[in-house]
């Protein structure tokens, strides 16, 4: 069979062999000219597990010897694509999306099938991941076969792109923020109020402070070490993982309080010990949202509308779009201008100003 394919196969070191597992299905293993390849037969029956096994020996064959592709493992793959992008803007980002990807079996790219891939977005989906974050997911996926192709490896079907969704940009006025600090406040009197609930409550509230003042993504608050907090210069050096553009911010005098109060408290190297290894679920937000009576209709609150908060409030009191830019840690401009149309009347109104001046 090998010798009708290419000549090359009749110098390849093949092994072939079935194994039955301890679930009682027969598994193939074989090595064509180095490159391993396991299936499950998923049958008890020897001679079908055979039948397969031919089969699927013909296509390893022609794979390697014809078509000229290298297959690979669906971690493997993963693991080259985050290696060679390491250092580089968008790595964590990578990282993040990708990684549950690895929740699949091990097997040959190429044999990924899209229903798999599918059910490992919609599960993030059900588990209350917005929207646009599934679409980068997604995006992320395409590239990585993109990247098998390039390689001349064996590469799976492209799933289709999941587009983003306009949305309206929300952010927090004074007011609403503190209607969310008083239905979080680990002093007031609430159904269940115990030793254990008011604690996290006060971790919450300190979490919307940082995030509030800091502009930072959950995930840069909820990983930042006391390593990066100078209580001597009244700094915090947040980290950029995905923009690549770590930024110092100068603390605001509720942010000096609260790191100077956990500070006191703290047993390890992390500011948020029990939100690092969290994702960024808002559940207990989105109650707190409830009780202060929030109007969902303008758009829906998360931990990010305060990053968009932030933005805002720097722009509204007098900060220019370069500078929240920087604040901000973009590493494009392009992504600071989503904010400019929450002042229009800024820029307009500093016009008049200067033509109402009477000539020099």
């Known amino acids: 069979m090998t010798s009708a394919l290419h000549p090359a196969a009749l110098k390849a070191e093949v092994h072939m062999s079935l194994t039955m597992s301890k679930q009682g299905v027969y598994h193939w293993r074989k090595t ?13 029956d020897l001679k079908l597990a055979q ?3 031919a089969l699927w020996e013909a296509d390893a064959i022609r794979e390697v010897f014809v078509v000229g592709n290298k297959p690979m493992g669906l971690h493997a793959v993963i693991k080259a694509f985050l290696d060679e992008r390491k250092g580089k803007p968008g790595w964590q980002s990578a990282k993040g999306h990708l990684g549950h990807f690895l929740s699949l079996p091990n097997e040959k790219f190429s044999d990924v099938h899209e229903h798999a891939v599918l059910e490992v977005i919609e599960k993030r989906r059900e588990a209350g991941v917005a929207h646009n974050t599934l679409s980068v997911m997604s995006s992320y996926w395409l590239a990585l076969v ?9 590469t799976c079907p492209k799933i289709e792109r999941i587009k983003p969704e306009k ?29 254990r609930t008011d604690r996290a409550r006060q971790t919450n ?9 800091t502009g930072a993504r959950y995930r840069e608050m909820a990983q930042m070490k006391w390593s990066q907090v100078s209580f001597a210069q009244s700094t915090v050096l947040i980290y950029r993982p995905k923009g690549g553009t770590d930024t110092t911010i100068v603390m605001t005098d509720r942010m000096k309080a609260t790191l100077t109060r956990r500070k006191l408290e703290a047993s390890d190297e992390w500011v948020f010990p029990t939100k690092r290894k969290h994702n960024n679920a ?22 990010h509308t305060r990053r968009h908060t932030n933005a ?9 779009i370069v500078e929240v830019q920087v604040q901000l840690g973009h590493a494009s401009l392009q992504s600071t201008m989503v904010y400019l149309h929450v002042t229009p009347m800024a820029a307009a109104e500093k016009a008049a100003g200067i033509l109402n001046k009477p000539a020099a």
């Open 312 to 320: 805002t409030r720097l722009l509204q009191g007098g900060l220019n």
């Open 51 to 53: 039948q397969m096994a």
């Open 167 to 195: 949305t309206r940009l929300r952010y927090l006025t004074k007011e609403e923020e503190a209607g969310v600090f008083a239905a979080i406040d680990p002093n007031a009197k609430y159904p269940g109020k115990c030793l």
């Open 282 to 303: 808002y559940k207990w937000m989105k109650a707190a949202c409830a009780r202060a009576g929030i109007d969902v209709n303008l758009g829906k609150v998360t931990l």
């Open 205 to 213: 509230c300190d979490l919307v402070t940082m995030l509030l003042d």
């Open 146 to 154: 993109r990247f098998a192709e390039s390689k001349k490896w064996s």
């Open 32 to 44: 064509i000219d180095g490159h391993p390849f396991f299936k499950s037969t998923k049958t008890d």
